[in-house]
C-alpha cells in the first residue's frame, strides 16, 4: 500500500464547512459591535458640538449660539482664524455635517432678540452605520431616539429621554 499525502477532498469540505460556521456566528457580532463603536463616537462628536455652541455663544454674544454647524469650523482655510462664520471649534469632518456613518446638523434659533438664544444639534444614522439618533440642546443633556430616525427641531430633541 502505498502513502496517501495531502487531504481527501470529504475533509477539505468539512474544514471549509467549519469556518462558515464560525463566520455566521462572528459577521453578525461584528456588524453589532461596529455599529455600538458609530454610536458611541456620534454621542462624543454631539457633545464637541455641545462644547462648541457653548463656546461660540460665549465669544459672540451678539450672535449668541451658531446659526449652522458650519459657523463652528474653519470653512477649510488653514491657518484658521476664528471669526463669527468660521469660530475653530470643531474639526472639519464634523464640520461638513457627515462623519462616522452620521450626519450631523446644528441649528441657532432667534430667542426675539435678534440672538440666538435657542440650539439643537442632532446626529442622525446612515444607513447601517447605527440603530439610534442622538441630539442636545442648551441644557447640555444628550437626548436619544432609539428608533434612529432624524430629528428634525429643538421640540422634537426636547421630547426624548436623556442618556
Partial sequence: MKNQKGFSLIELMIVVAIIM???AIAIPNLLQAKAAANESAAVGAVRTINVAETSYQTT???????VQLADL?????APCVPGPNSACLIDNA???????????VATGTDGGAGVNTYYFAAATPNGPAGNRSFCVREDD????????G???DYATCAALNQI
Fill in 21 to 23: 460556521i464560525i463566520a
Fill in 60 to 66: 459672540y454674544t451678539n450672535i449668541g449660539y451658531a
Fill in 73 to 77: 469650523g474653519d470653512g477649510g482655510a
Fill in 94 to 104: 464634523l464640520e461638513t455635517g457627515t462623519k462616522g456613518g452620521y450626519t450631523f
Fill in 141 to 148: 443633556a444628550v437626548r436619544v431616539d432609539p428608533a434612529g
Fill in 150 to 152: 432624524a430629528i428634525p
